[in-house]
Structure formats: structure tokens, C-alpha cells
């Protein structure tokens, strides 16, 4: 190394040396306003970086503690099943808690059981019961005359369309005039029996009042005026008083009564033709109760219609009842007795071999199944299914023209009759007088109603012919659940 490197680097020394003095005194003269700079500087990065450091552990704390009261949001609205008063049930989101599980649970049993409550309450008055609770005296039952013969006669040799036809169908023909009797309905007086009061009359005029022996005799022209007018008042007396004896009138063949099976060439003893036969029978006694259900709306109608209340109506007939005369009562035939009418497409044909008729078939009864209304098929949505069977009439009669709206709420409220169809036309009654139907001052309509009622299975089925019931596929009355306690009649322990 030269000297003069050797003099340039001592030099550099002594003058750093003398900066650090210089540096040192600047420090010492100066110490309390560098050290708050520093600190000014320094503290907020240092507790950036401590509070960092301290807070790691509280935000993962707090996470964990919004991730659990998520979890809580998410189960504490929850769907409930709520069952409504139609039988629906909706999904409602609640609170749940103890409280809120009881009232859903009580409610849900408590609609379970008055939707089931008010099915039984339905067939009750669909049967027509009484008051009793077990309903012993039901208005709607099968006629102590057939019940030998449904669901099936016990003896082989009863089972026969001849022996059916001599029995079961004759005393079907004693039910119908009985019915109708008890109702004091009768058609218009028969011309001949007009037609012998007016004789009669016309004699008593001539032998009483104009002391001679026939017509020919009368030669004063006002003589024969009287008498003719006597004979349209004697008329008019024999209608009036025969319509006083009348509740109200209904034409002869009105109501198309299923008819008894004629001798064919078809072997009477076939399993096929008997079954068809007994199927008949039975619709006959269904029948019987629609008919008693529709006339005795007619019947309450007129009684509620007439001036004096009661049964005055029945009494005076036709001339003061709001219904005046039935024309047509025309009942669709259902099941196998449509198909022996002619409806092949109302049920399937019956086997020829009885014993494949036997044994429950078809669909069983279940209050709480679901109905589906189907209103493709019938203005109401109500159809035949497993629960109750739709039969549909054609009711035509002659009523007075402002009580037409009281016809229908009449037969609206005797039996699960709705009325889905009606046409009207005005009446001339003094046409309807010639034929001998007298109806009364007020202005009459005819009107043609269709109706529809409900039959429901649980016991319309209870007699019904088995071949019936698989033509209807239904399995008939559902078994009854025994109270709590009891033993099933299946599994009761043998007698002795």
C-alpha cells in the first residue's frame, strides 16, 4: 500500500470519527424530541402487529359461535303436517317447541276423528236411522221379503230365475203398490169412471129436476142448456173431489221399476242367469229407497207449501199442493242390472260357474281413502268409487211455477240428492183437465229435473249379492275394529 492510500484512509477515519462526535453531541443536546419520533413511528406498527397476533384466537371463537347459531336458525323453523277440517292436511313452518308438538298432535287427532265422526254421522242419515244409537229401526233397509234371498239363498235348489221370479219378484210388485199407497199418490181418474158419474148424473138431472125419461124428450133449447151445464159441474165436482183423496198425482209407468226376467231360452238354471236375476232384485230394493226418498221430499214440500200448514195438502191434493203430478220418475240402472238391461258397458258379464263369484273382490271400503272429485263426469265432480256409488234419475213433474227453487232445496236436503240438470215449460191445465188432472188457479210449469243421489257402500253393500258387489268392485262393508280391549271376532276364543 502507498502512502498516500495510507494517508486517504486515515483521513476518511478522522472524519467519520469526527460525525460520530458530532452525531453524538446532536444526540445528547436533542434526546427527548428523537425519542417521541421514534415512538410516534414505532407504536402503531407495533400494536398492529401484537393486536394481530392477540385477536387470531377471539375471531375463531366467534366463528365457531356463528356457524352453531346457524345451525340453530336452520332447525328451529321446521315443517308441520297440519290436518284440516276437509281431511287435507298443509305444511305449515313453526317454532318448534313442546307446546307446539302437543296442539299439532291434539289437533291432528281431534280432525282424524271428527272427519271419521262425521263419515259415520253421513251413513247414519244416508240410511235413513233413527234416533237410537246402534240404529235399530233405519228407514232405508232391505224388506223383510228379500232378506231370504240376498246375498244368496241358503238352499241349492232356491237358486233359480223361476223360483226367484214366482217370489222374490212378486213380492217386489206388493213393495211398489204398498210404497206408492203410502204416499196417497194415484194417477187421474179413468175415463170410463167419468164418464159413468156424468151418466149418472145426466139421469138424476132428467128424472129430478126435468121430470123426463131421457135427452130426446127435451125440446125447450134452455132446458138443454141447463143440463149440459149441470153435467160440466157434476165433471168438474167428480175431479175435485177425486184429487181431494189424492196427495198428488202420478201417471201410470212413471217410474221404470226393473221388470221380473221372462222365460227364455236361456237355461233358468244357470249360474249366470240366476246371478243377473238376483242382481235385478236387488236394484228393485234399491230402487224402493231412491223412490222414497224423492217422494218424500215431495211429500214434506207440499205439506210445508200447502195454506193451512200440516198435512192439509195431502189431504186437499193436487188443487193446493205445489207439486201437482209426477210424469216420470226414470232411474239408471247400476251394476249387473245394467248389464241385463242392456248396458254392456255399466258391468262386466257374469261367469258361468257361480263359485268364481264367490269371496270378497274388489276394492275395500276406506273412510279416510281419498276422494278425488272428477267434474269431466257430473257437474258436482261426484262419480262412483270406494266409498259410495252415484245414481242418477230423471225426475219430470208438474209444479207450481214459484216453487220450482223449493223443489230443489226440498230434494237437496232429504238424502244427498243434487239436482244437475233442469228444462221447464209452461202448462196448459185445461188440457191437463181434459185427461182428468186438475191442478189448481196458480200458473204450473212442467219441469224436468236431473238428479243425483249417493249411496254409500258401508251398508248398501251389507246384503248385496256377491256378483253385484264384484260387477260394482267393491268388497263390501269394511270390517268393524273392535273397541280397545276386545278381542276380534276372528280371534275370540271358542265357545264351551
Known amino acids: 500500500?502507498?502512502?498516500?492510500?495510507?494517508?486517504?484512509?486515515?483521513?476518511?477515519?478522522?472524519?467519520?470519527?469526527?460525525?460520530?462526535?458530532?452525531?453524538?453531541?446532536?444526540?445528547?443536546?436533542?434526546?427527548?424530541?428523537?425519542?417521541?419520533?421514534?415512538?410516534?413511528?414505532?407504536?402503531?406498527?407495533?400494536?398492529?402487529?401484537?393486536?394481530?397476533v392477540a385477536r387470531e384466537p377471539v375471531l375463531t371463537a366467534i366463528k365457531q359461535r356463528s356457524d352453531a347459531f346457524d345451525k340453530l336458525a336452520a332447525t328451529e323453523k321446521v315443517p308441520?303436517?297440519?290436518?284440516?277440517?276437509?281431511?287435507?292436511?298443509?305444511?305449515?313452518?313453526?317454532?318448534?317447541?313442546?307446546?307446539?308438538?302437543?296442539?299439532?298432535?291434539?289437533?291432528?287427532?281431534?280432525?282424524?276423528?271428527?272427519?271419521?265422526?262425521?263419515?259415520?254421522?253421513?251413513?247414519?242419515?244416508?240410511?235413513?236411522?233413527?234416533?237410537?244409537?246402534?240404529?235399530?229401526?233405519?228407514?232405508?233397509?232391505?224388506?223383510?221379503?228379500?232378506?231370504?234371498?240376498?246375498?244368496?239363498?241358503?238352499?241349492?235348489?232356491?237358486?233359480?230365475?223361476?223360483?226367484?221370479?214366482?217370489?222374490?219378484?212378486?213380492?217386489?210388485?206388493?213393495?211398489?203398490?204398498?210404497?206408492?199407497?203410502?204416499?196417497?199418490?194415484?194417477?187421474?181418474?179413468?175415463?170410463?169412471?167419468?164418464?159413468?158419474?156424468?151418466?149418472?148424473?145426466?139421469q138424476e138431472y132428467l128424472a129430478g129436476t126435468l121430470r123426463k125419461k131421457n135427452r130426446a124428450e127435451i125440446t125447450e133449447p134452455r132446458e138443454l142448456e141447463a143440463l149440459n151445464q149441470h153435467l160440466i159441474d157434476a165433471r168438474k165436482e167428480f175431479l175435485v173431489q177425486h184429487a181431494a183423496q189424492v196427495a198428488f198425482y202420478m201417471d201410470p209407468w212413471a217410474i221404470n221399476w226393473p221388470e221380473a226376467p221372462q222365460e227364455t231360452a236361456e237355461k233358468s238354471d244357470s249360474p249366470a242367469a240366476f246371478e243377473r236375476a238376483l242382481s235385478t232384485l236387488f236394484q228393485f230394493q234399491w230402487d224402493l229407497w231412491l223412490v222414497d226418498d224423492v217422494f218424500a221430499a215431495i211429500r214434506r214440500m207440499n205439506e210445508e207449501g200447502s195454506p193451512s200448514g200440516g198435512a192439509?195438502?195431502?189431504?186437499?191434493?193436487?188443487?193446493?199442493?205445489?207439486?201437482?203430478?209426477?210424469?216420470?220418475?226414470?232411474?239408471?240402472?247400476?251394476?249387473?242390472?245394467?248389464?241385463?238391461?242392456?248396458?254392456?258397458?255399466?258391468?262386466?258379464?257374469?261367469?258361468?260357474?257361480?263359485?268364481?263369484?264367490?269371496?270378497?273382490?274388489?276394492?275395500?271400503?276406506?273412510?279416510?281413502?281419498?276422494?278425488?272429485?272428477?267434474?269431466?263426469?257430473?257437474?258436482?265432480?261426484?262419480?262412483?268409487?270406494?266409498?259410495?256409488?252415484?245414481?242418477?234419475?230423471?225426475?219430470?213433474?208438474?209444479?207450481?211455477?214459484?216453487?220450482?227453487?223449493?223443489?230443489?232445496?226440498a230434494l237437496a236436503r232429504q238424502n244427498f240428492i243434487s239436482v244437475t240438470g233442469l228444462s221447464m215449460a209452461p202448462v196448459d191445465a185445461f188440457a191437463a183437465a181434459k185427461q182428468g188432472y186438475v191442478y189448481g188457479p196458480q200458473p204450473c210449469s212442467d219441469v224436468t229435473l236431473t238428479l243425483q243421489s249417493v249411496w254409500f257402500r258401508e251398508w248398501v253393500t251389507e246384503r248385496m249379492p256377491t256378483a253385484m258387489r264384484k260387477a260394482l268392485n267393491t268388497a263390501g262393508p269394511a270390517p268393524k275394529e273392535p273397541p280397545p280391549g276386545e278381542t276380534p271376532p276372528a280371534e275370540a276364543a271358542p265357545q264351551g
Not at 467519520?16 to 446532536?26: L, P, R, S, T
Not at 235413513?128 to 232378506?147: E, I, M, N, T, Y
Open 1 to 52: 500500500m502507498s502512502e498516500d492510500e495510507e494517508s486517504g484512509k486515515q483521513d476518511r477515519s478522522a472524519a467519520m470519527k469526527a460525525y460520530a462526535e458530532v452525531a453524538v453531541v446532536f444526540v445528547k443536546q436533542r434526546w427527548v424530541p428523537l425519542l417521541c419520533a421514534v415512538l410516534v413511528v414505532a407504536a402503531p406498527l407495533t400494536a398492529w402487529l401484537l393486536v394481530d
Open 312 to 409: 192439509s195438502a195431502a189431504v186437499r191434493g193436487p188443487m193446493v199442493a205445489p207439486v201437482k203430478r209426477v210424469m216420470e220418475l226414470q232411474i239408471s240402472p247400476i251394476g249387473m242390472a245394467a248389464a241385463a238391461a242392456g248396458d254392456a258397458s255399466a258391468a262386466p258379464p257374469a261367469e258361468e260357474n257361480a263359485e268364481a263369484a264367490a269371496g270378497p273382490t274388489g276394492e275395500p271400503i276406506d273412510p279416510k281413502g281419498a276422494v278425488e272429485p272428477d267434474f269431466a263426469s257430473s257437474l258436482t265432480g261426484l262419480k262412483s268409487n270406494q266409498l259410495f256409488d252415484v245414481r242418477t234419475a230423471r225426475l219430470r213433474v208438474v209444479v207450481e211455477t214459484a216453487a220450482i227453487p223449493r223443489l230443489i232445496d
Open 80 to 202: 308441520v303436517e297440519v290436518r284440516k277440517a276437509d281431511g287435507t292436511t298443509a305444511s305449515e313452518s313453526v317454532t318448534l317447541n313442546e307446546e307446539i308438538v302437543k296442539r299439532v298432535a291434539a289437533n291432528n287427532r281431534s280432525i282424524g276423528g271428527g272427519s271419521l265422526a262425521l263419515y259415520e254421522q253421513a251413513v247414519r242419515r244416508n240410511r235413513g236411522c233413527d234416533a237410537s244409537a246402534d240404529c235399530a229401526k233405519p228407514r232405508h233397509q232391505v224388506a223383510a221379503q228379500f232378506l231370504p234371498h240376498f246375498p244368496m239363498p241358503e238352499a241349492a235348489a232356491d237358486r233359480t230365475v223361476a223360483k226367484l221370479r214366482e217370489n222374490g219378484f212378486f213380492e217386489a210388485e206388493k213393495l211398489r203398490k204398498a210404497l206408492e199407497k203410502s204416499y196417497g199418490v194415484e194417477t187421474a181418474p179413468k175415463p170410463s169412471a167419468v164418464l159413468d158419474n156424468v151418466q149418472r148424473a145426466e
